[in-house]
């Protein structure tokens, strides 16, 4: 790990400002992922704002009748909340999926959103990333590829996002709040806050420089049955090979957000509309121009199977 400054921030907006003054500045809250890549010195900030004593731990009741989740909120004390197992139990089951006991404990909402993926590519500095390091290349590319995208791809990169929470979050058209530097804050869409790769793969998401997430908002219960259902290569404790958040109406429309097959939790609106006629119709327009490589052209019929799983176990 390389030599890093450390400042805890007062207040949100400080540490906005802070980030934006210092060049390779970077938030740290639970360092769960961070710490991680610290240590192999993929991510190597030169200073670290600790923004643990903002007080961006709580989830209170919004005007609308949804839910304000604070950036701080940790994953476990999101997942056993009383209001989200009940009006949102497609979060509070994907929480759950997504990482042992011990890591929900540290885990917040906001590093939750923004954790880099998986990819070995992208852990190894011996081998070409383009998110590691820009113009590289991507030795995905003609590499080993069974856990990378099928969707949303580009040249430059076919990683995918590793939440399991933001696959929910998506499906519940969640808002991210945030504060900038000038103290200016924003709404940003769920749909629009992670963005596909393109020719700029290491440019994930919507943030500005220094701009800081202060929280999630849901809106008010969608109601319906919510399931998320994770398919991985061992029982507990791994990242999806693909995985499906849906909420789905008493009259069989709803909606579906998938993970483990993009840059960013998939869902395409139009789909939506194929729920009537099944989980063949809705995979078809999900995954219209998918571009598989040989080693992961299974999470195609995957997906299929995976969300008849699903609807079917709404008419049992």
């Not at 600790?50 to 999101?78: F, K, M, Q, Y």
């Amino acid at each position: 790990m390389k030599p890093f400054t450390y400042e805890r921030a007062l207040t949100p907006a400080d540490a906005a400002g802070a980030a934006a003054a210092t060049p390779g500045a970077r938030f740290i809250a639970g360092g769960t992922n961070l710490l991680d890549l610290m240590k192999l010195q993929i991510e190597t900030p030169g200073h670290l704002i600790d923004v643990n004593g903002l007080g961006l731990d709580r989830i209170e009741a919004s005007e609308n009748g949804g839910l304000r989740i604070g950036a701080l909120v940790r994953n476990t004390d999101l997942a056993a909340d009383a209001r989200v197992r009940r009006d949102y139990p497609v979060l509070s089951r994907a929480l759950l999926a997504g990482a042992s006991a011990q890591l929900r404990n540290k885990a917040t909402t906001a590093g939750n959103l923004l954790q880099r993926t998986r990819c070995p590519y992208f852990y190894d500095p011996a081998q070409a990333c383009n998110k590691r390091a820009p113009g590289s290349g991507c030795a995905a590319m003609g590499g080993y590829s069974r856990q990378l995208a099928i969707i949303g791809g580009s040249d430059a990169c076919i990683a995918t996002h590793p939440s399991d929470m933001a696959v929910a979050m998506r499906a519940l058209d969640a808002v991210v709040e945030t504060v900038g530097p000038t103290g200016a804050t924003r709404q940003i869409a769920m749909a629009d806050f992670h963005r596909l790769p393109g020719d700029t793969p290491h440019i994930e998401t919507a943030l500005e420089p220094g701009e800081l997430i202060t929280a999630v908002t849901l809106p008010k219960p969608a109601g319906g049955r919510q399931v998320y259902r994770k398919v991985r290569d061992r029982a507990s404790y791994a990242f999806a090979l693909i995985s499906v958040a849906a909420v789905i109406q008493e009259d069989g429309s709803g909606r579906i957000a998938l993970g483990g097959v993009a840059h960013k939790p998939w869902r395409v609106e139009e789909a939506d509309a194929e729920l009537p006629r099944g989980a063949k119709a809705v995979s078809e327009r999900l995954l219209a121009g998918a571009r598989p490589t040989p080693e992961n052209a299974f999470k195609v019929t995957l997906v299929e199977r995976t969300l008849g799983a699903v609807l079917a176990d709404g008419r049992n």
